[in-house]
Antibody
Framework: QVQLVDSGGGLVKPGESLRLSCAASGFTFNDYYMSWIRQAPGKGLEWVSHITTSSRYTNYADSVKGRFSISRDNAKNSLYLQMNSLRAEDTAVYYC?????????????WGQGTLVTVSS | QSVLTQPPSVSGAPGQRVTISCTGSSSNIGAGYDVHWYQQVPGTAPKLLIYRNTNRPSGVPDRFSGSKSGTSASLAISGLQAEDEAHYYCQSYDSSLSDSMVFGGGTKVTVL
C-alpha cells in the first residue's frame, strides 16, 4: 500500500526540541523529493522544507530557517524533521509530503499528519 | 498574509457551478510557475485535485476543472454536490522566495 505515516508529534515547551519522522512504503522512496508542510489550528497550509532525492539540496521557509533541519534515510525509507528552539507559533499539524513533477512541483501523496503543540 | 490570494468562502446550491480564484503576481503565477489545487475535508489531509493548471489525477471527477491566465488561476466545480463541501487551496512557486512552494489562504466551499 502506497502511504506515508507521520509520527513524533507531541506537547513541548517553548525553546525545546522535537524530531518528527515519516515512514514511506509502497513506492521507491529514493525516487522522490520530499517536503514537510504544516497547518496551524484553523489556518491554511504552509510549506516548511524540502529535500532532494540524494539529500544534496534542502530548502526552508524563512519562518523556520536556522531552527529546523530536514533529512532523509533512503535505506530506511524515512524522512525526518528536527525542530529546535520551538516557539508557540510552530504549533501545527505537520504533514510529510511526496513531491511530483519538476520545477513547479506538486504534492501527490500526503501523510496523515502529526500534531505539534508548543506551550508552557 | 498569503502570497497567493483566494476568497475566504464561496457557496452554491446543489447542481450549480462555482469558481474559486487564485491571484498571484509576476514572481509566482505570472512568472510561469504552474498552479495546483487541493481539496481538504476538515480533520483529514489535503488531496490533490488539479496539477499543472488543468490536469486531473485519476479518480478526480471531471466536474473539477482548472485554468490559468496571466497572474491568476481558477478552479471551477460544476454540478456542485454535497460532498464537495470542503476547503480548497491553490499552490505554486515564488522566485522572490528562493523558489519556495507557496499556498493560497484557502477557500471554504459551502453547499447550500
Amino acid at each position: 500500500q502506497v502511504q506515508l505515516v507521520d509520527s513524533g508529534g507531541g506537547l513541548v515547551k517553548p525553546g525545546e526540541s522535537l524530531r518528527l519522522s515519516c515512514a514511506a512504503s509502497g513506492f521507491t522512496f529514493n525516487d522522490y523529493y520530499m517536503s514537510w508542510i504544516r497547518q496551524a489550528p484553523g489556518k491554511g497550509l504552509e510549506w516548511v522544507s524540502h529535500i532532494t532525492t540524494s539529500s544534496r539540496y534542502t530548502n526552508y521557509a524563512d519562518s523556520v530557517k536556522g531552527r529546523f533541519s530536514i533529512s532523509r534515510d533512503n535505506a530506511k525509507n524515512s524522512l525526518y524533521l528536527q525542530m529546535n528552539s520551538l516557539r508557540a507559533e510552530d504549533t501545527a499539524v505537520y504533514y510529510c509530503a511526496r513531491m511530483h513533477g519538476s520545477g513547479s512541483f506538486w504534492i501527490g501523496l500526503w501523510g496523515q499528519g502529526t500534531l505539534v503543540t508548543v506551550s508552557s | 498574509q498569503s502570497v497567493l490570494t483566494q476568497p475566504p468562502s464561496v457557496s452554491g446550491a446543489p447542481g450549480q457551478r462555482v469558481t474559486i480564484s487564485c491571484t498571484g503576481s509576476s514572481s509566482n503565477i505570472g512568472a510561469g510557475y504552474d498552479v495546483h489545487w487541493y481539496q481538504q475535508v476538515p480533520g483529514t489531509a489535503p488531496k490533490l485535485l488539479i496539477y499543472r493548471n488543468t490536469n486531473r489525477p485519476s479518480g478526480v471527477p471531471d466536474r473539477f476543472s482548472g485554468s490559468k491566465s496571466g497572474t491568476s488561476a481558477s478552479l471551477a466545480i460544476s454540478g456542485l454536490q454535497a460532498e464537495d463541501e470542503a476547503h480548497y487551496y491553490c499552490q505554486s512557486y515564488d522566485s522572490s522566495l528562493s523558489d519556495s512552494m507557496v499556498f493560497g489562504g484557502g477557500t471554504k466551499v459551502t453547499v447550500l
